[in-house]
C-alpha cells in the first residue's frame, strides 16, 4: 500500500518581496497609515481629546481617549514594557508576512484587502512603540449597549479581514473553495 503524497504548493519562481499588485498594496497602505496616525495626532495634539474630551458627535457617537495597551477589544492588556515590546515585535514579523502574502497575491481584491491591515497594523505599531499603547477614539453606543473604542487603523483591519473573508468563499479560480 502506498502512503499518499502530499501536494505542495509550487511556490518557485515566485516574488517574495515585490509582485505584481506589490505599488498597490505600497500606495494604499501608506494612505491608510497617514489617514490613521494624522487623526490621532490631530486629537491628541490638536484637539487634545486628553483634556478637552469625550466629545459627543451624535446620540450614538462619541470621540473618547482610550490607551488600549492589549490587542483588539482591549484583549491580553500588558501594562510592562515586555508586554509592550512582544506585541510591537508580534506587529513586525506578521507585517512581514502579510508583505510577502501581498508580493504573491493573485488578485487586485486581496492585494486591496492586505494592504488594509498591513496599513492598520502598522499604525497600531506605532502607537504601541511611541506611547505605549494604542489610541482608540471612536465609541459607539446605543443606550446601554457600548461597542468597543477604536481607531481608523482598526477599521482597515477590519475592512482587510472582511474582504479576505468575501474573497475566501468566492467561487473562483483563487478561491479557498479551489
Not at 519562481?13 to 496616525?37: C, E, T, Y
Not at 462619541?62 to 510592562?80: A, K, P, T
Not at 484587502?113 to 499604525?123: D, E, H, K, N, P
Amino acid at each position: 500500500m502506498s502512503e499518499p503524497t502530499q501536494i505542495e504548493p509550487d511556490t518557485a519562481g515566485q516574488p517574495l518581496l515585490w509582485g505584481r499588485f506589490s505599488g498597490i498594496v505600497f500606495v494604499v497602505a501608506l494612505a491608510g497609515l497617514v489617514l490613521d496616525q494624522v487623526s490621532k495626532l490631530w486629537l491628541l495634539y490638536g484637539f487634545e481629546l486628553g483634556t478637552n474630551g469625550p466629545v459627543e458627535l451624535f446620540p450614538v457617537l462619541e470621540f473618547v481617549l482610550v490607551w488600549n495597551r492589549g490587542v483588539s477589544y482591549g484583549l491580553f492588556q500588558q501594562d510592562g514594557d515586555t508586554g509592550r515590546w512582544l506585541l510591537a515585535g508580534l506587529t513586525v514579523a506578521i507585517t512581514i508576512g502579510l508583505w510577502v502574502w501581498s508580493a504573491r497575491c493573485q488578485t487586485k481584491l486581496v492585494a486591496f484587502a492586505l494592504a488594509l491591515v498591513i496599513g492598520g497594523a502598522i499604525g497600531n505599531g506605532i502607537d504601541r512603540i511611541a506611547y505605549g499603547a494604542v489610541v482608540d477614539f471612536v465609541h459607539f453606543h446605543v443606550g446601554t449597549f457600548s461597542w468597543y473604542v477604536f481607531n481608523l487603523a482598526d477599521v482597515w483591519i477590519v475592512a482587510g479581514v472582511v474582504a479576505l473573508l468575501y474573497d475566501s468563499f468566492r467561487i473562483g479560480p483563487n478561491s479557498a473553495a479551489k
